[in-house]
């Protein structure tokens, strides 16, 4: 009874086929162009190198989708992950450690560090975007003072995670495509994924049926966090240090993926495979700008305009269903 009492049925056919295939024909779209545009976009080795450098943002978007489901938002992913990143390097250059209790280091800081997000958000009914402003000024500072402002250069120790194996693409890629696929799984066939979309639907209707939102709600928060972690492993495997200015402004690019993806902002509906389209574009449109020579003010102005776009569709079509409704 109270599974059946959450909305996920809506949620699940507002993102149909005709959804998915609108985001692929943008993509598309934006691949054609930027090939027209540059003689060396479309090739398989820049393609490669495009999708070995997203697992950071595709897990962190894969995180901020279950976020904005429940009605909620998280600035501070970007200084979770380099509070991961100075963790693990901390263990590894300072203690000695191997490398396997040094990632599980970083991911339990930064799983912390979401719960702690979710855990003030719920038990004084925050807004999360204010708690998570805090929390990330305050990772952010535990970055440099774990590094001392500098970075870390680890070495080779997470290279096997960049280094392609098949293709030309890494196992870092091939990771986040996995949490893509499970995630989307728990989303769409769990009862937790339906008790998600409930809290972020109508959280009161929710609680009135005998779910209890705040654990669901603290466990998000907590994923969130442990996804960054995740992403600092991956980015620490390009750079093969841990920088304590790591993540800046990458929330940014998060959001933006997850909203192009057709997330709600207000909660309530989301899908993660819409959100991988999201990432693909917006890395996409990044890339190609990038080598037809655009400059800095002009990709921030394309970029911002793109998202503002999407918010706009996004409030139009929540206005359209509520009019079915």
């Known amino acids: 009874m109270k599974a059946t009492l959450v909305p996920q049925k809506n949620a699940h056919n507002y993102y149909g086929m005709g959804?998915?295939?609108?985001?692929?024909?943008?993509?598309?779209?934006?691949?054609?162009?930027?090939?027209?545009?540059?003689?060396?976009?479309?090739?398989?080795?820049?393609?490669?190198?495009?999708?070995?450098?997203?697992?950071?943002?595709?897990?962190?978007?894969?995180?901020?989708?279950?976020?904005?489901?429940?009605?909620?938002?998280?600035?501070?992913?970007?200084?979770?992950?380099?509070?991961?990143?100075?963790?693990?390097?901390?263990?590894?250059?300072?203690?000695?450690?191997?490398?396997?209790?040094?990632?599980?280091?970083?991911?339990?800081?930064?799983?912390?560090?979401?719960?702690?997000?979710?855990?003030?958000?719920?038990?004084?009914?925050?807004?999360?975007?204010?708690?998570?402003?805090?929390?990330?000024?305050?990772?952010?500072?535990?970055?440099?003072?774990?590094?001392?402002?500098?970075?870390?250069?680890?070495?080779?120790a997470f290279a096997w995670l960049s280094n392609p194996v098949a293709f030309g693409i890494s196992p870092s890629f091939i990771i986040a495509l996995l949490i893509i696929v499970i995630a989307q799984a728990v989303l769409t066939r769990t009862v937790f994924g339906r008790y998600l979309i409930g809290i972020g639907t109508n959280e009161e209707a929710v609680r009135l049926a005998g779910i209890n939102p705040k654990p669901y709600k603290i466990l998000v928060f907590s994923m969130m966090g442990l996804l960054a972690g995740v992403a600092a492993l991956f980015q620490i495997s390009r750079l093969e240090a841990a920088d304590p200015n790591a993540g800046s402004g990458l929330e940014l690019q998060v959001i933006a993926a997850v909203v192009i993806g057709g997330t709600s902002l207000m909660g309530g509906r989301g899908s993660v495979i819409s959100t991988f389209f999201g990432v693909l574009i917006i890395s996409v449109l990044a890339a190609g700008l990038a080598q037809i020579g655009a400059t800095e003010p002009t990709k921030r102005i394309i970029t911002g305009a793109v998202i503002v776009i999407a918010v706009v569709l996004d409030t139009y079509r929540s206005q359209r269903a509520q009019r079915r409704n």
């Open 19 to 156: 959804t998915y295939l609108g985001l692929a024909g943008a993509l598309l779209a934006m691949i054609v162009l930027f090939s027209s545009l540059s003689d060396h976009f479309f090739s398989y080795d820049t393609l490669s190198t495009l999708a070995n450098q997203i697992p950071d943002l595709m897990v962190l978007s894969v995180g901020m989708t279950f976020v904005l489901i429940i009605g909620g938002i998280d600035l501070s992913v970007g200084s979770v992950l380099a509070l991961a990143a100075s963790a693990v390097s901390v263990a590894i250059l300072g203690w000695g450690w191997s490398v396997m209790p040094a990632a599980l280091l970083g991911m339990g800081c930064a799983a912390l560090a979401g719960t702690i997000t979710g855990s003030i958000t719920v038990a004084w009914k925050i807004p999360s975007f204010i708690v998570s402003l805090g929390v990330l000024e305050m990772a952010r500072g535990a970055a440099y003072q774990m590094t001392g402002s500098r970075t870390a250069y680890i070495g080779d």
